[in-house]
């Protein structure tokens, strides 16, 4: 079941889509319609989603994101989802996007799309100014959360200069909290304790080796 984690953020239970990799999605509760970033197989966690206002919006942070559910959840609330123009051929193998990120842009009126391509061409961030006076960051696989802190989302086919500029911009970031898609350890977001520039370089340093 969906377990709430904040004022407005609901988190999905964990996932293993692959062997050492654990997931969640988290549903941003709003006024204006709630925001599922990221994706769950989890039928269950979805059908709670309807007790909590639905999902009016579906964004993606990359094409691993990419599943099946994700045509549950539009045919169930009639969910617009989003992902970036980089990654179509990908989506159109599944679900053709109603939103196209393409560039740096405020949605949703709290809600920016920030691209950071590197992990996969087509990655990307948001941040969410909330109603309850905090700023989230969601960083997809660009930077994931090991007990150890944040690292860099950088596999075998990954681009490691764009990773590290979508790193640095991340870096110029002032949020509250973060939530990564990918995880490992004990959770998949963490409280910024003030010191989010220096987190960020500890994954800059872990990228340049």
């Known amino acids: 079941m969906v377990k709430q984690v904040l004022a407005d953020v609901w988190e999905t ?21 709630n925001v599922l970033f990221y994706n769950t197989s989890q039928p269950a966690d979805i059908e709670h989603m309807l007790a909590l206002g639905g999902v009016r919006y579906q964004f993606l942070s990359h094409r691993d994101e990419l599943g099946v559910s994700i045509k549950q959840i539009r045919a169930q609330f009639d969910a617009q989802l989003g992902g970036h123009l980089n990654e179509q051929a990908e989506f159109a193998e599944v679900c053709t996007p109603d ?20 992990h996969t061409p087509g990655s990307c961030c948001f941040l969410v ?15 994931y959360l090991t ?19 979508s790193l640095k911009l991340l870096q110029t970031l002032q ?3 973060v939530f990564s898609s990918a995880f490992s350890g004990f959770s998949g977001y963490r409280k910024v304790s003030g010191h989010w520039s220096d987190e ?6 872990t990228l340049k080796g």
């Open 200 to 205: 960020v370089q500890q994954a800059i340093n």
């Open 99 to 118: 939103i196209v990120f393409f560039k740096r842009q405020k949605l949703l009126e709290n809600v920016e799309v920030i691209p950071t391509p590197g």
């Open 129 to 143: 100014h909330s109603e309850h006076n905090r700023t989230y960051l969601f960083t997809g696989d660009t930077l």
């Open 175 to 177: 949020p509250d909290v």
């Open 147 to 165: 007990d150890d802190g944040w690292q860099p989302g950088m596999l075998s086919f990954s681009d490691r200069d764009a990773l590290m500029e």
């Open 13 to 33: 239970r964990v996932e293993s889509p692959f062997p050492g990799l654990t997931t969640h999605a988290y549903l941003l509760t709003r006024d204006m319609g």
